[in-house]
Structures are given as structure tokens and as C-alpha cells.
């Protein structure tokens, strides 16, 4: 992780991913678009589009809800035998871990897979304190033995090829691997195998937490998620409080979508319902309600849809930008779009004020989103945020981003300005141009020619305009029409002051 | 203040403005057509596609045959089972003895219990479309039995059919302790490659019993 106060370079960031990675990011990303669409259409479209819509609008409720659904979800877990913690950020939600663990002795915890997790940095407090936490999702065990960091929402592994594993298990277990899927994945259950069985507390996150009894429903599919839910005697689930949902009726929704969306599954191998204690379970369950800044977004209206994200991953394997990057670039626990739209709001835009702009805004995200997120919408919110400022940041923009802005706004707002602008383009790029590329220009321009080459300029956007559209075609008629009746005009005026100077001769 | 106050007035403080958005009509979510018969067939249909072994049993003959080839497929030395009365109407752990199989209680340590080949459960509920079983957590139904043996079968009766997931949703929010699994256990988290066993069971046996 970056260091806790550094600024995401974004662009700096994206310069530094290895080509190999690049690749890998690629085909794993398009092998998952593919999956899913191929659930969607088994499902039928119209049937998705209704469960999107629904899903949308049963999320949105619930936050608009809040107030009510917290207690009455607090009040029934308490009923059922479970602790309800609550903690207003990373810190307060490190020291209630901490606290338990040392209430019960604890020295090895096994852990599922939870961004949240990564978000309040909760293994580096536990290590601190001398407390092995393990990760037990295959992935990210293979990304905590590296010491790396997950690259994808709900595929931290996307980074890596089965020789980088084989390796990493050589190096970090001492056993030798081929670099064969289904042996390293065998490798890893016998290690954790002993590890659940030994460990004397499971830290979760949560998918989902149903007000109306109190379940908190957790979706595997490796079957770690039940192993730390049932074996070790006390259970901790830490949740973001924007996972409430009010009842057993809108998760048959939130289910339908979810695994479609992540891995083209119909549903997960395994959904655990957990409710509390129970016989033959975790003698102790807490419950951890963590806000963390997300009473903040949810005071915002432009940007309170954020909140109904479900963490599919959906968008970053859809995301033309993610796709050639991969998940470290945006720096921080979440990734890809949702990541450049939840980390601005989560950690300020003063840290990652890069975000927002981590995208070309072309809608991709939007449309795939299960829960029908304006990505792009809010977006653009965010990033007059970060230029302009608004009632929750100041602009943390440099200077000349925002006289730049300023000025580019006028020049576009000024139709001769813009169209003298492009014709100097032309000029200018003269001395760079090499065939019909400019390879390098000088700063800040750089920033762009150092990673790949610029076009050249050949035309501006008004003549292909006029070449290629209809109406642009028309435009050029007219102009020329016009142009054509000037020059008569012009040539029969200057003949007429010709014969007018010849005759006075 | 406590945190649970701050954090509840900041919701409400967030909120005070708001527009409250209703809560919507939710759709409803595709159901199964065809007559019983049709429906344990989509079933077990919908069970192998993602990867789990399927069987339609329909007298207890066929039940201990199924159980000989299993044991004998899977070699399996060690079970455990839930203790129900489903199962021992069926005679499960008799017929397994009977074959040279060892039981193991399900309260024995757990050490113990992740070194058995095979857990048998019934069903509480099962989803045609998907493939899914829901177990619950009742006494005499332990968690472990679907979860750390190797291999794992659920014997399942046509009256546990649900419409979709609606209706199985609703019959398990009852108690809410439950696990709903469709397939055994399994990771694309190399390469995306499709490994079956990750952490659960590596085999996934639904046999579907008439009569
Ligand atoms: S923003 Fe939408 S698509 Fe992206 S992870 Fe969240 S729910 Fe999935």
C-alpha cells in the first residue's frame, strides 16, 4: 500500500506496469466480460434489466433508510446472540479487533476476503501486534505470501501466471511446484487446512446484512469464508454500515446479480447465513458497523449512489483504462472505476485527487454496473471537487491545472478563438513532426510522448467534420456556395473599379 | 457520545435533507415450467453443469447400489452424517457400515472430522434453476458434514423443489443459520483457470430420492 499520507500518482503509477502484467490483465479481464454476458443472456436480458433497475432503487431506499434500518439490524443480531460494535473509522475499527483478540488470547486468525479489510489496513495493526492474520482466499494468500497487493476487486491474482505462483510458493513455503494450477491450488489447502483448524479466531467481511433478522450473508466460492465462520470459536465480521439491505426478499434480488456480474456463476459455490451464535458454531460473534467517511458520501446527494456499490468488480473488467493498468495503479484498496470513485471520497481528494480523472468517462462502467451506478456522472462531480472545490473539499488542483482549465474553458467557449487555436496546431507542430507521428514534444507535453506517440494534426475537428457528415457536408455547400458568391462579388466589384480607373486614363 | 450515537446522527444529520426514496416493487424472478418428473431432471441437470455428480435414486435398493459405487469410486473409509430423521428413515448409516465404512459422530474433534473422506446431509431446499441446496443449521444437522470431508453427497426428496429463489430464501430465513451451495468448491484465482477443491469438498455428489 502506498504509504498513508502519500498522494496516488495515478499517472506516475500507470507509467510502471510491466508489460507481462499488462497482458495478463488483459485476457483474465476479457475471459470474465465474456463469462458474464453469457450468464446474463441465460438469464435473459429483460429479466436483468428489471433486477438492475430493482436492485438500484431497494439499495437506494435502504440508505435513504439508514436511520431506521441500523437499529432495527443492530436490535435483532443482539436478539440473536451475536455483539454489535460500532466504529466511526479505521482506527476505532483496528482498536475493537485488537481488543477481542486480546480478550480471547488470540495468536492466529484466519481471515476471508474482505476489501474493507485492505481499507483500514487491518492485518498490518494485527502483525504489529504480534497477531499472524492470515488470508485464506487462494488469491489473496498467494498475494500476502508475495507481500504484494490484490490488483483486482474480487481477482487479486489478475497479475500474475502460474509460473509467478509456482515461484512465489518455492520462495515463500519452500516447496517445489510445478507451474500447474491444480497442484499449487492442492498445495494451498493442505497448508490451510491446518491453519483453520488451528486458529482461534475468523475475521470476515460481508456481502450483505439483512436488517430484517439480523443474517449477515457471506458468499464464497473456495469455502474459506465457511471454514473461518464455523471452526474457530469466535467469529468477527467487520461491515461498512452501506450493506444493510431490509430483508430476505431484496437479497433474492442482490443474489441474482451479484455472482452473475463477478463471475458469470449463477450463484457462488457457497452463501453462508449467520445469524448470530449458534449450536456447533463460534461460541462469540461480533458484528462491526464501520462508517469510515460513509456518512459523508451519503450526504452528499450527487454522490450518494456510491454507496449502493456491491463489489463486483464488474466495471474495472469492463473498464478500457483498468484493462491496461490492472488494479495497483489506483493506489489505494479499491480499484478500477469504482475504486477511482469510492477512494476520493474515502480518503480525500487532497491524496487522491488523481482519481476522478482515472477515466476516459465512456460510459462502459455504467452500463455494466448490476446496481446501475452513474459512474461517469459522479465522476465528473468529483472532479470539480478536486479543480474548483465544492461544499466538502477544497480544490487541491495546482495553479496552472486550474488556470489551464480557466482558459481552455474560454477558448472553447469562443468559437474564432478555437478555430484560430487549431490552425496554429498545425504550425506549431512542425519542428516535432516525423512522418505522421510527433514521437516527442517538449513539456509538459511529455507526459503524454514519454509512454506513446501523438498523431500529427492533419486536420482540425471542424473540416473533419465537414468531410464526413451530412450536415457537415451540407455546412461545407453553404460556405463554399457563400464563399463562391463573395468572390463573384468581389471579382465583379473590382472589375467594375478597373474599367472605371481604364476609362478615366 | 458513543461511536453508535455519532455514527447515527451523522446518518441522520446526512439524511434530513434527502429525498426518501420508496421501496420498489421487486420482479419477480424466473420460475421452472414442467411437471415434476421435468423438474428433478432440470435439477440434476443444473447440478452437473457446475460440476456436481448427479443420480436419481428411486428405491431403496438403488440407494445402498449408489452408495457401493461411490465408496468404491471415491474410496472412501471414513464418513460422518447428519442425524436426521430423513437420513435414518433412508438407513444411511447403517447401509454405509454395512459396507465397510467407519462413522464418525459429528461432534467428535475436528481434527478428527477433516480427515473424513465423506459427509452425507439431506436437503432442506433446492433450487432447480441453479443447482443450489440450502442446509440448514438445525441440531443434528452440524455444518462440518458438507464441509471438510473430501467428498460430499446431499440426498434430496422432489418435495424440497422451491419455485425460485424467492420462495427457498424465505423457508431458510426462519432459523438463518444456513449455507446455500451450488457445486463443490472452486477457485479461477490462477490464471483463470477452473480448479475444483479449494478449501471444501473437492466432490459434489446430489442424488435425488423418489419413494
Ligand atoms: S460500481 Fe457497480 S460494477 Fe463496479 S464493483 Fe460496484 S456494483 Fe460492481
Redesign the pocket.
Known sequence: MTHPLARIDFRYNTQHVPPKVRAAIQKNTRTAIVKRGEAVAQLGVATWEQLRQAAHDLKLHTLTHLDAYLPQLEANVIAAGGVVHWANDADEARRIVLALARAHNVTRITKVKSMLSEEIELNEALGDAGIRALETDLGEYIVQLDHSRPSH??NPTLHYTKEDIAEIFRRELGVDAPPDPFVLTEIARQKLRAEFLAAEMGISGGNFLIAETGTLALITNEGNGRMCTTLPPVHVAIVGIEKVIPDWNSLAVALSLLAR??TGQQLSAYTSFITGTRAGGPREFHLILLDNGRTQILRDPAARE?L?????????N?CPVFQNIGGHAYGWAYS???GA?VTPQLIGTLRAGDLPFASSLCGA?AD??????P?PQILVHLRQRVVAGDAFAAPVAPPAMQAGARAGAFGLSQPWLYELGSQMLKFAQMPFARGAWLPSLPPPANRWTLTRPFPKFDATFRDWFRARTPQGRAQKQTRALGAAVLALGAGALLFALARKLWRRK | MTSREIILSRVKTALSAAHRVPMPALPALPQLEGDASARIEATLAAIESVSGKTRRVTRPADLRNALADLIGAEKIGKAMLWDNADLRELRVAETLAELGVAILAPDADKRELAQCDLGVTGADAVLPQTGSIALRALPGQSELVSLLPRVHLALFRPAALRADLRDLLAQLQRDAHAVLITGPSRTADIEKTLAIGVHGPKVFYAWSYEG
Open positions: 476487486p474480487t456480474s463477478t456510491t449502493l456499490c456491491i463489489r463486483c468488480g464488474a466495471c474495472a469492463i478500477g472505476p469504482i470513485l462502467c455494466i454496473c448490476p446496481v446501475k451506478i459512474i
